[in-house]
């Protein structure tokens, strides 16, 4: 279905995997893998594609040429990995404690879902959560309500761990990429990109520090912050961010799409299947239609 209003992305708008250029790819897989829990789903030619089932969350690209940004650069904030049930986060989450427990940066309960968050082995930010339903997210004045209220991940592991979860190698669930937050150089840049020309809709924001935006009435698909990285420029060639992916529900909406965009001046590269350009921080954004089994 195409979005009633020709400016916005569709309401049933999805995101698709993140891409990282990774400096140790194996460390980096097992990390995704044994401790995240996902799955390898394929690993040829230095590339390899973590997910559940047959949808790719993680795309790791082998860079070791590439060296780390700096903390003040533009890029990745976190990705944001969505379960489908709080035992699957917490076998997650449980995993994670077990083979990496130095990683993990912090908890929260946002109002709108449960949150935990973590570093990978090359600082790229890990969110992994579960959202509380829609009918209990409270919008005021067409701004969603969310809060970093605290958190007990202990006790969280108490409640929602079962044995099944707690088992080696688990992987209880579906996942998939709920949300991508960016680092980037200033908020009204991003909103003008993020909302004005790309489609999302602005859902929250805070102040000039934090922008959330979203497709159809989610919390947030992306979000954009300037806490590390206030007046960052361009980014290098570096490790970390590779690419973003967003899914939109039609080949129609992928055309609508590449026509705005290119309204507005926004340089794309269209191979009639992908529609793939970059954010005023050169963080690339590749938007593509459903996939064909």
């Known amino acids: 279905m195409t979005a009633a209003n020709p400016d916005l992305l569709a309401a049933d708008t999805g995101m698709g995997a993140v891409t990282l250029k990774v400096g140790d790819l194996d460390r980096m897989i097992a990390y995704y893998r044994d401790a995240v829990t ?7 030619d230095g590339i390899a594609v973590l997910g559940r089932g047959t949808t790719p969350i993680m795309i790791l690209e082998h860079a070791p040429e590439l060296k780390h ?7 990745l904030y976190h990705t944001a ?8 986060l917490a076998a997650a989450i449980y995993n994670v404690a077990v083979r990496h427990p130095g990683s993990f940066t912090g908890s929260a309960d946002h109002l709108v879902s ?3 968050y973590f570093d990978d082995p090359e600082g790229n930010g890990v969110e992994l959560y579960w959202d509380r339903d829609r009918s209990t ?4 004045h ?6 970093s209220l605290f958190l007990d991940p202990n006790a969280f592991l108490r409640e929602h761990l079962s044995e099944a979860g707690a088992a080696p190698d688990a992987k209880l669930g579906d996942a998939v990429v709920g949300h991508v937050h960016l680092s980037v150089g200033n908020i009204p840049a991003a909103k003008q990109f993020y909302v004005e020309q ?3 809709e602005q859902t929250t924001m805070f102040g000039s520090q934090a ?8 919390h947030h698909h992306m979000a954009m912050n300037t806490w590390n990285s206030a007046g960052a420029g361009k980014r290098r060639p570096v490790l970390g961010l590779g690419k973003v992916e967003i899914v939109v529900p039609s080949a129609d909406d992928l055309g609508a799409l590449g026509e705005r965009m290119r309204h507005f001046g926004v340089q794309t590269a269209d191979d009639g299947r992908t529609l793939a350009f970059e954010d005023p921080w050169a963080n690339v954004i590749q938007v593509e239609g459903p996939s064909v089994e």
């Open 69 to 75: 940004a700096s903390p003040k650069d533009a890029g």
């Open 211 to 218: 922008l959330f935006v979203s497709a159809g009435g989610y």
């Open 81 to 88: 990995i969505l379960f489908d049930s709080k035992a699957a």
């Open 114 to 116: 449960e949150a935990f």
């Open 137 to 140: 997210w409270s919008w005021v």
């Open 198 to 200: 790309l489609g999302f």
């Open 38 to 44: 996902l799955e390898l789903l394929s690993l040829h």
């Open 142 to 147: 067409g701004q969603i309500e969310m809060n």
